[in-house]
């Protein structure tokens, strides 16, 4: 006779009914959740299957080893089959100590003042990203309000301030960059985020410096996600960084000041400042930039929307999306894939019930 283990009836009980709660939750989420909505509107997308740069703007001026198109084009920038195990083309960005930058360039003007964007691309950083010269760091995402500053350092918009975390206020020709700057040994990855704050009577523009740090995982694929929101009224603008399915910044942030309509470059890639800053290695892949009718799972990178998509059939009622991780220190772990599903949902619905 086989004696089966005894069951906690009130243990039963209570899964049965969390689990007809979750299946309920799911089968009430909108179809946007599992399917890429018909109406939303991609402005951009790279993915370099074709195995050439056609359509994609590409910034590295003129500091760079050889102005050669075979040096730009098989050194500089390289497409090449996607490292970490992810099957298709990626864009290789190398530079040697004599480079300043391999960019990657949504152009200025893309982005305008009052709309609303989504944007997703993917890194990965080999463990051996950043050999430093100089300087050490490496800018992999960059933007800033679009101004000829770099022209004509006294026209407009260009007299500036910053107010740093500490609280000390500096000058600043032109825009601040926002931008994502990984560690030296990329286990970190760091996010400057500039919020307008006033102008004053002689016209100079005052923003405020906020930092973030999240982990990061050398020899992975990151896989980020974007939402810019350009309102000029402070209570709509927003600023919104996912990695890897979890929310790492969400800020009531303006971006651009009054007399600015348009963010200026938008870029991806790598960028150390100037020649003789060391040699950097990286690769970018899945840019997709959407505009306020797209969604998250519209310009995530396919192999993650595939996942998510994939689980949609299961209980989860997507919630993680929506609730910011603290980012004060840079030993937080990365969030579980299910702790990832569960703010899908979260933010899509709440998407949803905006456009509504």
């Not at 797209?294 to 997507?318: C, E, F």
Request: with cysteine; glycine share 8%.
């Amino acid at each position: 006779m086989i004696n089966h283990p005894q069951q906690n009836p009130i243990g039963v009980k209570f899964c049965n009914e969390l689990l007809s709660k979750l299946a309920i939750s799911i089968s009430a989420l909108p179809f946007t959740l599992i399917s890429t909505p018909s109406e939303a509107v991609i402005i951009r997308q790279y993915d370099f299957e074709s195995g050439n740069y056609n359509g994609v703007s590409r910034q590295y001026q003129d500091k760079t080893c050889s102005t050669s198109q075979s040096y730009i084009d098989n050194s500089l920038f390289d497409i090449v089959p996607s490292p970490g195990g992810r099957s298709g083309n990626a864009v290789k960005h190398h530079l040697e100590n004599c480079d300043e930058r391999s960019e990657l360039v949504v152009g200025g003007g893309t982005l305008r003042a009052g709309e609303e964007y989504w944007i997703g691309w993917s890194m990965f950083l080999p463990s051996n990203h950043n050999i430093p010269g100089r300087e050490s760091y490496t800018i992999t995402q960059q933007m800033g309000f679009q101004n000829t500053c770099w022209q004509n350092p006294n026209g407009a918009n260009c007299n500036n301030l910053i107010k740093k975390p500490d609280g000390t206020i500096t000058p600043k020709v032109g825009s601040p960059i926002h931008a994502l700057l990984p560690s030296v040994d990329g286990t970190s990855i760091k996010y400057d985020l500039y919020g307008y704050l006033s102008t004053d009577s002689t016209g100079r523009h005052l923003f405020e410096k906020k930092v973030f740090i999240m982990p990061s995982q050398p020899n992975q694929w990151q896989d980020f996600v974007m939402y810019l929101n350009l309102s000029g009224d402070p209570t709509q603008a927003r600023f919104k960084l996912w990695k890897n399915d979890k929310l790492y910044i969400n800020e009531a942030v303006r971006l651009l000041p009054p007399s600015v309509s348009t963010l200026g470059d938008w870029k991806i890639g790598a960028y150390n400042g100037e020649p003789g800053n060391g040699e950097r290695t990286l690769y970018t892949d899945e840019l997709r930039v959407g505009d306020r009718t797209s969604n998250y799972l519209d310009v995530v990178a396919p192999a993650r929307r595939n996942r998510l998509t994939g689980l949609g059939q299961n209980p989860t009622t997507l919630s993680s999306l929506a609730t910011p991780v603290q980012t004060a220190s840079a030993s937080v772990p990365e969030p579980s894939m299910l702790v990832g599903l569960l703010t899908i949902g979260a933010v899509a619905v709440g998407m949803r019930a905006k456009r509504h």
